[in-house]
């Protein structure tokens, strides 16, 4: 017992300590620091055990490593799985592309033989004659969503920058609420309205203040009629 105090630096005999390294020669000493060394380690492995379960004793080795391998067949095979289908999907997006150009390119074939391409730049349109020219809807399509453009992106940055920088709390929500409302209506809505209400606005009112005060431009010359690019380029730009 005197032995175990004396090689202890935590313990004391009497009141003077025992100088540990004046016993680190005795066998008795060496042998009892091995021993305690090797308790310590078994500690220390015992608590990384704990503290890491994904540590693995020899014992529990045989039964990891199979399921280690189970986990790995049940990942290929959920991965294959997964390419499959997603390779399936690209398949069918592409085969209903194909599918619908070759439906439009089968049903056009009689005017494309009848007419050729000529269509594309012909500006008159007579079903009755068979004529069929699209030169104006083309164009009319490319000013509109031009206009639309113009107008539509620094109102929607602007929109976008003032809810998000300098709009009032209070009223963040509610404006923010009513933008997102505006892009769930349907575009034939806006179309119906643009046709029933905002045309017969411009033709009555519009288009004659404009043609007032801006008739020197070539935009906002001749008759109002109401339906035309203007009206469709202001729909397309709340759209």
């Not at 009892?32 to 310590?40: A, F, K, P, R, V």
């Not at 990942?75 to 619908?100: K, P, Y």
């Not at 439906?103 to 007579?126: C, E, K, W």
């Not at 709009?167 to 575009?187: Q, T």
Request: hydrophobic residues 50%.
């Amino acid at each position: 017992m005197h032995g175990i105090l004396a090689w202890n630096p935590g313990h004391s005999v009497g009141k003077e300590p025992v100088d540990e390294l004046s016993l680190s020669g005795k066998p008795e000493c060496l042998s009892l620091q091995e021993s305690i060394l090797t308790d310590q380690e078994k500690t220390g492995k015992e608590n990384r055990m704990k503290d890491c379960p994904d540590a693995r004793t020899p014992e529990s080795v045989g039964t990891f490593l199979p399921m280690a391998k189970a986990r790995g067949i049940l990942s290929r095979v959920g991965d294959f799985i997964f390419r499959a289908v997603t390779l399936l999907i690209v398949f069918i997006v592409i085969a209903i592309v194909v599918g619908i150009t070759w439906v439009l390119v089968a049903d056009s074939m009689p005017t494309i033989q009848q007419a050729g391409f000529g269509f594309l730049t012909r500006q008159d349109f007579d079903p009755v004659h068979n004529i069929y020219g699209v030169l104006p809807a083309i164009y009319g399509t490319l000013v509109t969503s031009a206009f639309a453009l113009i107008f539509a992106i620094p109102i929607g940055v602007g929109t976008a920058i003032f809810l998000v920088e300098y709009c009032p709390r209070p009223l963040r929500i509610p404006l923010a609420f009513f933008a997102d409302l505006l892009a769930a209506v349907p575009s034939v809505v806006f179309g119906l309205w643009g046709f029933l209400i905002l045309a017969r606005w411009l033709q009555h009112t519009g288009q004659p203040w404009l043609q007032q005060h801006l008739g020197f431009l070539p935009f906002f010359q001749g008759p109002p009629l109401g339906v035309g690019i203007l009206a469709a380029g202001m729909v397309l730009t709340i759209i």
